[in-house]
């Protein structure tokens, strides 16, 4: 497992945890929440494209794909509740490590929907 | 079999009349990519000719209808803005952000551009006499054309292209030879605009095209992006044959850290600004000037973040930074670190000889960080254009300065203090078309003029923003009485 030391790296990974979120409800007969993740993805792929400018691409240190393992294979409600528990931490430890503004509100209002999602 | 790239002429693609070409290489991977035919005088006329016979319609073309074309071409960039971006890695070798970043750049003078029915406005007054009235009108000029570098190979472009045609001119681009690709694509876009023919034309190639360019009594204006020497010949030459100019060359960027500033900070904005895009920037941290105890604070913490910048293949999105250009760039950039060596400077972090695995042939110089600098040195004097950073010494605020001015170049310049008393006087005294306070690397956005002083630009508009609306229109005066 690599470090996300970089605003690509973070959206990136973001991006392609929503995918793998539609996927993982497609499987689990939750058509809603597919259509969610996937709304995320589209928009967090809109937010790489905008907010990356040469000028803020500064380091990021202190994230690693390693702590936010997800199970995809265990569809119970359980299950569902704690890969939405995962993905709620990652917005939330990575939002205040990216310095673009937009991007920062977009990571901190999608940790808010995956923390609600793994209350619910 | 390899391909041979094409050049875009009067709405077509068109192979070129010249039988020479020049490889086009992935720097890190060394794959040729393709071969960018070397362009001759002949292709230049061609482009020049088409140019002149599809201006009248153009610029008789609705100004509004002009600017919905920048619309649609913004959506075309948009909707490939990851292909554009894994395009400019490829063949520049850069990390993705950085390209990522480019793109979105170079999108932004589109936007500019769409506002040039705005811009292009003119004034007049009444009763300048009794009953006469005059009034200022602005129209297209004729043929420009740009000569851009293989640093920014997407964004340059942009730069120039979109604002020439919405203000009603026909365009010519020629890129550089080593970062063709991207162009191509450009114009693939453009060419599903149904652009009248001519309006648009793609000149691939090198010296011959480029003189050619600059020789031809049917282009009205050129734009340069490049080194300062070459700068200086494309002004010349471009002004001895008549055309208006504008002609950005190198830099030497310096950077005053004073002991007041936020070290934490300003080390990580000076990291992105020394080692982005591996310093091949015209905007690129060069020199930073360590003010009384700020030298010692930034030198240790400058060296401990840049020895743990993870550098690759530009398409890994773990990679921080990219190869340099080509081969005979890393060795021209590793000789100059040796000659900083050899006047006295103190390695004290060493990119040289650096290997990446997987891409052991790759173009790579880790970042590399020289202390102990002195203004004679040749590392303080001379554009280096890779990833190294000279740390000098200065006593003072007044002494910081005096080192910056002291350079023939004037591109930009930036402080990071957190006292207004210093940056104002850094803004006022500093001789550079740029002035960065607490930002490292300080780029104008697309609104704003873009261009330095001194031996880094040679012309009088600068690029974007307001002058470019001077530099690509001409200004009629209409005096008129009805009796």
């Not at chain 2, 002149?52 to 649609?72: D, I, K, L, N």
């Not at chain 2, 293989?150 to 030879?177: D, E, H, R």
């Not at chain 2, 006087?425 to 930002?439: L, Q, R, T």
Request: charged share 25%; net charge negative.
């Amino acid at each position: 497992m690599t470090s996300l030391n970089t605003f690509g790296a973070v959206l990136s990974y973001a991006i392609q945890l929503e995918a793998d979120l539609a996927s993982y409800y497609q499987k689990a007969g939750n058509a809603e929440r597919a259509k969610e993740a996937d709304k995320r993805k589209s928009k967090l792929e809109r937010v790489r494209r905008e907010n990356v400018l040469e000028i803020t691409l500064e380091p990021i240190e202190g994230l690693s794909e390693a702590d936010y393992a997800l199970d995809f294979e265990d569809t119970s409600s359980a299950g569902q509740q704690k890969i939405e528990g995962v993905a709620a931490q990652f917005y939330a430890d990575a939002a205040p490590k990216i310095n673009v503004l937009q991007a920062q509100r977009a990571l901190e209002r999608y940790g808010k929907e995956h923390t609600a999602l793994s209350d619910a | 079999m390899e391909r041979i790239l094409k050049n875009y002429i009067g709405g077509e693609w068109v192979e070129s009349a010249a039988s020479d070409t020049i490889a086009v290489t992935n720097p890190a991977t060394c794959e040729v990519l393709a071969h960018s035919p070397d362009s001759s005088a002949e292709d230049v006329n061609s482009a020049v000719l088409a140019a002149q016979e599809g201006f009248e319609e153009w610029r008789s073309t609705p100004v509004m209808s002009r600017a919905q074309y920048m619309h649609h071409f913004k959506v075309l960039l948009e909707d490939r803005f990851e292909d554009l971006a894994k395009i400019i890695v490829e063949e520049n070798g850069k990390a993705i952000d950085e390209a990522r970043g480019e793109v979105r750049r170079g999108i932004e003078s589109v936007d500019f551009a769409i506002g040039v029915p705005f811009m292009m406005r003119s004034d007049g007054l009444e009763d300048v006499s009794s009953g006469i009235d005059e009034t200022t009108l602005r129209q297209p000029a004729g043929v420009f054309a740009a000569i851009t570098p293989f640093n920014f190979p997407m964004m340059v472009p942009l730069w120039f292209l979109p604002t020439a045609i919405v203000c009603g001119n026909t365009f010519i681009l020629k890129p550089s030879p080593q970062t063709p690709i991207s162009s191509e694509l450009i114009f693939e876009l453009l060419e599903e605009l149904d652009l009248p023919p001519g309006v648009v034309n793609l000149i691939q190639g090198g010296i011959p095209s480029s003189q050619a360019v600059m020789e031809h009594p049917g282009v009205t204006g050129v734009s340069f992006v490049g080194s300062s020497p070459v700068a200086r010949i494309v002004y010349e030459t471009c002004t001895r044959h008549g055309k208006r100019v504008q002609a950005q060359g190198g830099a030497k960027n310096y950077i005053a850290v004073m002991p007041d500033a936020d070290m934490n900070a300003s080390v990580k904005n000076i990291m992105g600004a020394a080692f982005g895009c591996a310093g091949q920037r015209c905007l690129a941290a060069a020199v930073a000037v360590g003010v009384g105890d700020a030298y010692d604070m930034m030198k240790d913490e400058l060296v401990k973040y840049a020895q743990n910048v993870q550098v690759g293949y530009g398409l890994d999105e773990k990679t921080q930074m990219g190869t340099v250009i080509s081969d005979s760039a890393k060795e021209r950039i590793e000789s100059m670190i040796q000659q900083g060596e050899a006047q006295g400077a103190k390695v004290l972090l060493d990119g040289r000889n650096l290997t990446v695995e997987g891409y052991e042939n790759g173009a790579f110089v880790g970042p590399t960080i020289l202390g102990d600098v002195e203004a004679e040195m040749v590392v303080a004097t001379d554009e280096i254009f890779g990833p190294v950073l000279s740390l000098m010494k200065a006593d003072t605020f007044e002494e910081a300065v005096e080192l910056i001015n002291k350079s023939k170049y004037g591109n930009a310049a930036s402080i990071f203090t957190s006292n207004g008393k210093q940056a104002r006087e850094f803004k006022y005294k500093v001789k550079a078309g740029n002035i960065g306070v607490n930002i490292g690397v300080a780029a104008p956005s697309a609104s704003f003029p873009f261009g330095g002083q001194k031996e880094s630009f040679y012309g009088d508009l600068h690029g974007q923003g307001s002058d470019s609306i001077e530099f690509y229109t001409e200004r009629k005066i209409v005096i008129e009485r009805w009796t």
